[in-house]
């Protein structure tokens, strides 16, 4: 069953605290995302990596911090640096090769609460 | 000024009736216009592409793109209570990088 898996669903942190957000695809994808999405906001993209062991600053990295060591694998670091985490993390994937589009596939999201 | 603005909505429309959905965009470097769907608390599902002008018909749901005027619409024939949900437009101007409206709220009543 392919797809994309984020993990774990909720996630509460206390201040200083960094943590950890899982993301895993198995649909042999190069490239991989992550967003922040707010209330009004919409999707902001904080990193993307469209390779193993690479990956580029989006529109509001600060704060966060990300690895790309495996192709399945973009886990999402949210540091003690990043002023306002509380929000809902959603991990993308995608295959641009050979493609006109690239289709973005979305997993399940986590919310991350600040206590 | 945003690269996309789309109006937040709520939408309250009765069950059956044709919904219009619309965001604009400013940069005409833009070439790829999506919109999804996202139910609550889950992660958005793609529900229509284009990257060009006219329209695009995909059973109840037509993408509508005007590169002119930089608007795109997405329209929902005969609309269910189970398309109550959250509708995000995106544009691309390559094949990574998106950028995603607030997104629309729509409540469909039985």
């Known amino acids: 069953d392919g797809g994309i898996t984020q993990s774990p669903k909720y996630l509460f942190r206390k201040e200083g605290q960094n943590v950890t957000l899982s993301c895993e695809q198995n649909?042999?994808?190069?490239?991989m995302y992550w967003y922040r999405q707010d209330p009004g906001q919409g999707l902001r993209l904080i990193y993307y990596?469209?390779?193993?062991?690479?990956?580029q600053k989006g529109d509001i990295a600060e704060g966060y911090s990300v690895s790309r060591e495996k192709k399945e694998s973009f886990p999402l670091t949210v540091t003690s640096a990043q002023k306002n985490p509380t929000a809902f993390y959603l991990c993308?994937?995608?295959?641009?090769?050979?493609?006109?589009?690239?289709?973005?596939?979305f997993g399940p999201g986590t919310r991350l609460t600040v206590l | 000024q945003k690269e996309v603005e789309q109006d937040p909505g709520p939408l309250s429309v009765p069950e059956g009736a044709i919904v219009s959905l619309n965001c604009t965009y400013s940069?005409?470097?833009?070439?790829?216009f999506m919109w999804y769907r996202q139910y609550s608390r889950k992660g958005p599902e793609l529900l229509m592409y284009?990257?060009?002008?006219g329209n695009k018909e995909d059973g109840r749901f037509t993408a509508q793109v005007d590169k002119s005027s930089k608007y795109i619409s997405l329209f929902i024939r005969d609309s269910q209570p189970s398309d109550s949900a959250t509708y995000l437009c995106?544009?691309?101007?390559?094949?990574?990088?998106?950028?995603f409206g607030t997104g629309t709220r729509l409540k469909v009543l039985a």
């Open positions: 990596s469209q390779i193993v062991n690479d990956f």
């Open positions: 940069n005409s470097a833009f070439q790829y």
């Open positions: 993308a994937s995608g295959d641009p090769r050979d493609r006109v589009y690239n289709e973005q596939f």
């Open positions: 649909l042999n994808h190069d490239a």
């Open positions: 995106a544009v691309a101007s390559g094949t990574y990088k998106y950028i």
């Open positions: 284009t990257y060009s002008s």
